[in-house]
């Protein structure tokens, strides 16, 4: 039986000023995992303050990579299922999920808004997940995301999860996270 807790592995900013390829297409706000379409803060790797899942322990370790310009950026946090797919099989041991396990996180995330899930890619020669395939390669044209190219609830999130490693949208392993937002400084998603 799989364990459907997701864990918390962290924070990251992501910049306010991205273009959205999508607007036109119902898509209000990119917030996917990945980096490649709105991007987190220039040279964050370099600083190696981020955990081996590829994000931060905390909101202050977060808001320290952009001391100053906090309000270029939008704070995300993420919960990871402990299962992915590879090639359409299910796997619930890999290094990713063995670190995720390992770092065993807490925080209070009321003041954060659930905005959906999303599945990304990883290969084992990267430290963060790479390709949100709902955005990256326009799954969401397939499958029925939301406002935030994300997919609304848990059941459909599972069910894209397993039919885009099938499909190998992107290398590597599939997996699962639910993705949090801060609101909006006017209190909207």
């Known amino acids: 039986m799989l364990d459907m807790t997701p864990r918390l592995v962290g924070f990251f900013p992501k910049r306010n000023d991205y273009e959205n390829p999508f607007a036109d297409q119902g898509i209000v706000e990119i917030c996917s995992v990945s980096q490649c379409i709105r991007r987190g803060p220039e040279e964050w790797v370099e600083l190696w303050k981020h955990n081996d899942v590829g994000f931060y322990n905390s909101e202050e370790m977060a808001l320290s990579i952009i001391a100053g310009e906090e309000n270029d950026y939008t704070l995300f946090a993420y919960k990871l299922f402990l299962f992915c797919y590879e090639n359409g099989v299910l796997k619930t041991e890999t290094a990713r999920l063995s670190e995720a396990r390992a770092l065993n996180l807490s ?16 290969l084992p020669s990267v430290i963060h997940f790479e390709c949100s395939a709902l955005s990256c390669n326009c799954g969401f044209r397939e499958f029925d995301v939301n ?43």
Do not use: T
Not at 171 to 177: I, N, R, V
């Open 147 to 189: 406002a935030y190219c994300l997919l609304p609830n848990l059941d459909s999130a599972m069910a894209a999860q397993k039919k885009i490693s099938e499909r190998n949208y992107e290398p590597g392993e599939q997996y699962l996270l639910q993705v949090y937002k801060q609101p909006d400084v006017d209190g909207s998603p």
């Open 107 to 122: 925080a209070d995330l009321s003041g954060y808004v659930s905005v959906g899930f999303d599945v990304a890619s990883h």
